[in-house]
Nanobody
């Protein structure tokens, strides 16, 4: 259902923008979040956004550097990542909480999410 793109290799201090959209005509009118998983580590919450009003929430480790946004007309959620450092290296996943509905607030618990993308690799070199 969800397809991520935009990952790649970047030097420390650089930027990348990830995109998450649907593979078909399904509308993402519920909370969407980005998670990431580094080798040997658990999957962690990065950022989330509500459908109505675009209310956002961030992990402390990315606050001020990453920005999540959505273009409802394009059915796409973005993650703008600035000032990247090697600790940001991970596979990044977008996830949708269909049960949350349009007014649902993005949950930081990955178990809440029904749909996941395949992931996109982000590698930050020092």
């Amino acid at each position: 259902l969800l397809v991520e793109s935009g990952g790649g290799l970047v030097q420390a201090g650089g930027s990348l923008r990830l995109s998450c959209t649907t593979s078909g005509r399904t509308s993402i009118n519920y909370p969407v979040a980005w998670f990431r998983q580094a080798p040997g580590k658990e999957r962690e919450f990065v950022a989330g956004i509500r459908w109505i009003g675009g209310i956002t929430t961030y992990a402390e480790s990315v606050k001020g550097r990453f920005t999540i946004s959505r273009d409802n007309a394009k059915n796409t959620v973005y993650l703008q990542m600035n000032t990247l450092n090697p600790e940001d290296t991970a596979v990044y996943y977008c996830a949708a909480d269909q049960k949350g509905g349009p007014f649902g607030y993005p949950d930081r618990n990955s178990a809440r999410y029904d749909y996941w993308g395949q992931g996109t690799q982000v590698t930050v070199s020092s």
